[in-house]
């Protein structure tokens, strides 16, 4: 029970939204249905692969260990191969071929057959581990165990990795993999990388999407770390799932169909070699399936410790200097210790599961390798079968035992991406805004009116409380009050970046519920606060909401923002990357370019969220001026402490604890005696003096 706490303070610590990460069987069996859902989008890429892996398990099962049998009885113990039996009809022109041959000559045929496999499959003999044909790792082999060869698969990429999710899953992104390699398996290999990095890239764009057009409201409750981690980290769990749930199981059904078939009709009188292969099933699922839900909670918990140690070095380096001005690197230091330790303690956790299935399954496959010695030694001794059958039907028991085996431990192994895909589909399922849905506004000609708007935010906080506004095309309209009084709440109603939960909101007459967000923000212009930059030029920073702007507009914007001669003074001018200097311009030049991209949209509503508390007296008199001439054919809302900017405003709205006091002009509220506004202006003059 501790145990379990502590994961779930730690789910609580990764993301505040996703705490219910307890996967249930029926909600581990609706993701394994989400996901094959996502293959559909690639049927041609995985009946290409299903193709190639038909042709490699149909060669290597009917074909590819006789060769060892005629080795063994006709090269080695001298068998005349005319007194050949127990070969299967369809090999019967090869084996008249070797007839007569010496055991020279027959050895040059089957070299020559060697030649053939690793031109066309790239298969080789040699001892080792392989791969069942499910694509599971075995952990031994037919070599291993009864001293045979087996064939292995060639054609298998990838690149170095550590022990932990966040280094393997570029891997897993990017894998390419196949029983074959020669010529088949190059064309094997492009398909199957080419379908993994298209699904990883059609899962992450998704994710990346959704995180973009998620509400504000939700997106204040989401960690960058922990959405990086999910959209990088956690989507490439699907590359394992399509292996196993549509690569491993038609290869192993084939597999398991060819092998029962061989094994019934040229060795059906060791039965119990046949029934020994299939109870490896039910054994290997009856002591693994306990495991299966330890697996998906161990995975969780490693995969929340990663997104919240990423997510403790983006806020880190987001607040870099206060850490460094306050003295906090000793302690940031430690908090990022920590948090790197539970990292790498929930993912050794992780991994004692798998290794605890992954010995249960090889255990199995070594205990049946024994028993099948010990059973076809004596019907070897007995004269049932040749020392060339032992061989065969020690690959054919292998391949049986051995994919049954890995039918029980891929699917505890499953469990573990089961985890990873459960996070992402939870921020996919996240309500999204209905940005397309609703009446689509042609340009703004009234402007913006509110009746009794109240705002509660989904956390409970209370931030506007019966509201009524009136904000009209061709008036400068100023929102004021103290800090936290729901100026910028108020001011995000306007472009619906929150919706009011109490009252109307209406634009040209159209309640905002009713509208297609979308087209209400094209003709919306948002200046924030926090200023947004982006890592590009100077001039693609500030056409990013007119793209059609010439060189000539985003000057004259630069102008009316006071930001043109600075850019000038800079090295490369407008084209300066700010991507490279954003941290050597002052906070308010980076003000004036954000500005400047603000006017230069062609938006029927301004809005400017502080917009001159970095500006000099200056420059801020002169984008003051601006503003008026902009309010000439567009409604300009400005959220503002500073008297010399919000005075000429048309109407002034002045809140406190969320709701209006009082609105009019600077002159009719500085008329009313014991005005709230007054008294603020009051106080700000006092502070000045």
């Excluded at 992104?173 to 074959?180: K, V």
């Excluded at 298209?198 to 922990?226: C, F, Q, W, Y």
């Amino acid at each position: 029970m501790r145990l379990r706490e502590a994961e779930k303070q730690l789910d609580r610590r990764a993301g505040a939204l996703d705490t219910s990460t307890d996967i249930s069987f029926r909600e581990a069996l609706r993701i394994f249905a989400r996901v094959i859902s996502c293959f559909r989008f690639f049927k041609a890429r995985i009946a290409a692969k299903l193709g190639f892996i038909t042709v490699e398990i149909g060669f290597r099962l009917l074909v590819a260990p006789w060769p060892g049998k005629v080795v063994v009885d006709h090269v080695i113990l001298g068998a005349p191969i005319a007194d050949a039996s127990g070969f299967p009809v369809y090999l019967a022109p090869f084996v008249l071929l070797l007839d007569g041959m010496g055991p020279v000559e027959m050895l040059v045929w089957i070299l020559l057959l060697g030649v053939f496999n690793v031109a066309v499959f790239g298969f080789t003999t040699s001892r080792g581990a392989g791969r069942s044909p499910s694509g599971a790792p075995t952990g031994t082999s037919a070599g291993s165990s009864g001293g045979a060869t087996t064939l292995m698969p060639q054609g298998h990429g990838t690149l170095a990795q550590g022990h932990d999710i966040a280094t393997q899953t570029e891997n897993q992104a990017n894998m390419g993999s196949g029983l074959m390699a020669g010529i088949l398996g190059v064309l094997d290999f492009h398909v199957h990388i080419r379908l993994i990095q298209s699904l990883n890239h059609l899962l992450r764009t998704e994710v990346a999407a959704k995180l973009k057009s998620l509400p504000m409201t939700t997106l204040d409750d989401l960690r960058i770390g922990d959405s990086v981690f999910r959209a990088l980290y956690d989507t490439t769990s699907v590359s394992a799932l399509l292996h196993g749930i549509a690569l491993g199981l038609w290869s192993g059904v084939l597999g398991v169909v060819i092998t029962l078939y061989i094994m019934f009709t040229y060795f059906g009188a060791a039965p119990e070699v046949i029934v020994l292969g299939v109870l490896t099933l039910p054994i290997v699922f009856l002591i693994e399936l306990p495991l299966a839900r330890i697996a998906r909670r161990r995975s969780q918990a490693s995969r929340a410790s990663g997104s919240s140690t990423t997510s403790n070095i983006e806020e880190g380096m987001s607040n870099v200097l206060a850490v460094q001005s306050l003295g906090g690197n000793e302690r940031e230091g430690q908090r990022f210790r920590r948090a790197s330790e539970e990292s790498f303690k929930r993912f050794r956790r992780e991994w004692f599961v798998v290794l605890t299935y992954q010995q249960i399954f090889s255990l199995a496959l070594m205990l049946g390798q024994v028993v099948f010695f010990i059973v076809m030694a004596g019907r070897v001794i007995e004269g049932t079968f040749t020392a060339g059958d032992y061989f065969v039907l020690q690959y054919y028991f292998f391949v049986l035992s051995a994919t049954f085996g890995a039918w029980g431990f891929m699917y505890t192994e499953w469990q573990r991406h089961i985890a990873g895909m459960r996070r992402v589909f939870f921020l996919m399922d996240l309500p999204a805004e209905k940005t397309r849905d609703g009446v689509e506004l042609g340009g703004i000609e009234r402007g913006v009116e509110m009746k009794g708007v109240g705002l509660v935010y989904p956390d409970g906080r209370r931030a506007l409380r019966n509201v009524d506004l009136e904000a009209r095309i061709g008036e400068i309209v100023a929102f004021v009050g103290p800090t936290g009084a729901g100026k910028t709440s108020l001011a995000h109603l306007a472009p619906a970046f929150v919706q009011a939960t109490e009252g109307t909101v209406k634009v040209d007459g159209v309640d905002l519920k009713e509208v297609a967000v979308e087209g209400l923000r094209e003709q919306v212009s948002f200046v924030f606060q926090e200023t947004q930059l982006f890592s590009d030029s100077i001039l693609e920073n500030i056409r990013y909401g007119n793209r059609d702007a010439t060189k000539a507009q985003v000057e004259r914007a630069a102008r009316i923002a006071g930001a043109h001669d600075f850019i000038a003074a800079l090295p490369d001018g407008y084209g300066t990357n700010l991507g490279t200097v954003t941290s050597k311009l002052s906070v308010g030049q980076k003000q004036r370019i954000a500005i400047a991209r603000g006017l230069l949209r062609d938006a029927r509503i301004l809005i400017l969220d502080e917009p001159t508390s970095a500006l000099d007296p200056e420059t801020e008199a002169h984008l003051v001026d601006a503003l008026h001439e902009a309010a000439k054919d567009r409604l300009v809302i400005i959220i503002a402490h500073r008297l010399s900017t919000i005075a000429h405003a048309d109407r002034i709205y002045f809140l406190e604890a969320g709701e209006v006091r009082e609105s009019g002009s600077h002159e009719e509220l500085m008329a009313i005696p014991d005005g709230r506004y007054r008294e603020h202006v009051s106080l700000q003059a006092g502070s000045r003096a």
